[in-house]
Structure formats: structure tokens, C-alpha cells
């Protein structure tokens, strides 16, 4: 069983910046293609950011396209996402996910497995 473990959330300002980070329990991690997801209060679970097993290949949601960097390290299983100009509508619950293939992927049931979520708050 693969855990992902996130940490980073927190309150923050509209305008400023968080970044956040998915430390993998498996060994394998560079094998996994990994993704952020993230859902707010009443709605649905949605995409942020994929990115392929070297980092050669970063998909984004339009919404958070020019903000957000996914990025991954390898060496130390870490997954990360660099948020900047958070705006309120940024506010939700951020999960991590790999799933078994090395490519990422847009589709919440494409990934095998979940973080447990860190909480983003960005006040106006």
C-alpha cells in the first residue's frame, strides 16, 4: 500500500503563496505518475496539476494555468505543488495521488492512491 502523506496548507492572504508537499511512502515513487487534486466545500472533487514519472510532463488546469507549478523530486519521493496569486476561489482541500503508470493523468478515478489532504484557506 502506497502512502502519501501531504503538508503545507495553511492561511493565506489573497495574492500570496503557498507551497505545498506529498512525501511517498514507496520505494518505487519515480514509477508512479502523481497528481493534485482538490475540493472545496460543497463540491465536487477536481483536477490541478499532473505531471509524468520524470517531470518531463506537467499538465494544469485551466483555472490555475500561470499559478501553480507541479514538480516532483525523485530522490527524496516528494511531490510538490507551488502555488502563487492565490485568489479565494483557491480555497479547498488539497489531496495528492499516484497512480500505477508512469504518465499522469486528469481523471480522479485514473489514480490507485490518496493522501490524506491538507486544507487551503485563502481569505479576500
Known amino acids: 500500500q502506497v502512502h502519501l502523506v501531504e503538508s503545507g496548507g495553511g492561511l493565506v492572504p489573497a495574492g500570496g503563496s503557498l507551497r505545498l508537499s506529498c512525501v511517498s511512502s514507496?520505494?518505487?515513487?519515480?514509477?508512479?505518475?502523481m497528481g493534485w487534486f482538490r475540493q472545496a466545500p460543497g463540491k465536487e472533487r477536481e483536477f490541478v496539476a499532473t505531471?509524468?514519472?520524470?517531470?518531463?510532463?506537467?499538465y494544469y488546469a485551466d483555472s490555475v494555468k500561470g499559478r501553480f507549478t507541479i514538480s516532483r523530486d525523485n530522490v527524496k519521493n516528494t511531490l510538490s505543488l507551488q502555488m502563487n496569486s492565490l485568489k479565494p476561489e483557491d480555497t479547498a482541500v488539497y489531496y495528492c495521488?499516484?497512480?500505477?503508470?508512469?504518465?499522469?493523468?486528469?481523471?480522479?478515478?485514473?489514480?490507485?492512491?490518496w493522501g490524506q489532504g491538507t486544507q487551503v484557506t485563502v481569505s479576500s
Open positions: 495521488a499516484a497512480r500505477r503508470t508512469s504518465v499522469g493523468g486528469r481523471l480522479g478515478s485514473e489514480y490507485d492512491h
Open positions: 514507496e520505494r518505487t515513487f519515480s514509477a508512479y505518475g
Open positions: 505531471i509524468n514519472w520524470n517531470g518531463g510532463s506537467t
